[in-house]
Every structure is written in structure tokens, then in C-alpha cells.
């Protein structure tokens, strides 16, 4: 078992920036994890926003944000992070932090969830 706990989530303006964490435990095999961020806002489905392969080696960040979001993975800590500037009201929207062995597309193929965080941006 592999468990996950985002934060960083809050209220912020259009144009402004936020960081989300997410602290990973248990079974976690020291980093052997591909981990995502996943967005969901009412009516839409859940999408994938970036991932990033063990040891850090291939990041991807979806096109519909990329330029704006970065994501980063600090091994040692078990904790991957998503830098969003630039934030607009498109952006709001329950963000959730994903595991599974192998990187995936689909949010059907992570094992391991976090309880989401919820991100705001106000016009």
C-alpha cells in the first residue's frame, strides 16, 4: 500500500501561482513510483495534468497547460510537486495525486490515490 496526502491547495487571483505537494508513504520502494497530478472540476472528467517517472528521468506535462505547470519529484522525500503559474478560473478544480509502478495516461491505471486538494482562482 501506497499512501498519499496532497496540500497546497487554496484561493487565488487570476494570474497567480501555487505549489502543491504530495507526500508519499508505505510501500513506496524508495521513489519506484510513477507519480501524476490529475484535475477534476464539476462536469468534466478527471485529467491528467503531468506525471513523471521514477528518478525523475521523463516528465510530461499535458498541452493544456504546459508553460504554466511544472512538475518536480524529489525522491529522497518521497514528494512530488506541481508549480502552477499564471492560474486562471479554468484552472479551479479538485487536484489529485496519483501512484501506480508505471507511468499511464489514464487515471483508470494509477493504484493509489490522495484525497485531493482543492484549487480556486477567482477573476
Known amino acids: 500500500q501506497v499512501q498519499l496526502v496532497e496540500s497546497g491547495g487554496g484561493s487565488v487571483q487570476t494570474g497567480g501561482s501555487l505549489t502543491l505537494s504530495c507526500a508519499a508513504s508505505g510501500h513506496t520502494n524508495r521513489g519506484y513510483y510513477c507519480m501524476a497530478w490529475f484535475r477534476e472540476a464539476p462536469g468534466r472528467e478527471r485529467e491528467q495534468l503531468a506525471r513523471v517517472d521514477t528518478d525523475n528521468r521523463r516528465a510530461y506535462v499535458a498541452e493544456a497547460v504546459k508553460g504554466r505547470f511544472t512538475i518536480s519529484r524529489d525522491s529522497e522525500k518521497n514528494t512530488v510537486y506541481l508549480r502552477m503559474n499564471n492560474l486562471n478560473p479554468e484552472d479551479s478544480g479538485m487536484y489529485y495525486c496519483?501512484?501506480?509502478?508505471?507511468?499511464?495516461?489514464?487515471?483508470?491505471?494509477?493504484?493509489?490515490w490522495g484525497q485531493g486538494t482543492q484549487v480556486t482562482v477567482s477573476s
Open positions: 496519483a501512484a501506480s509502478p508505471l507511468c499511464y495516461a489514464s487515471p483508470g491505471n494509477y493504484n493509489f
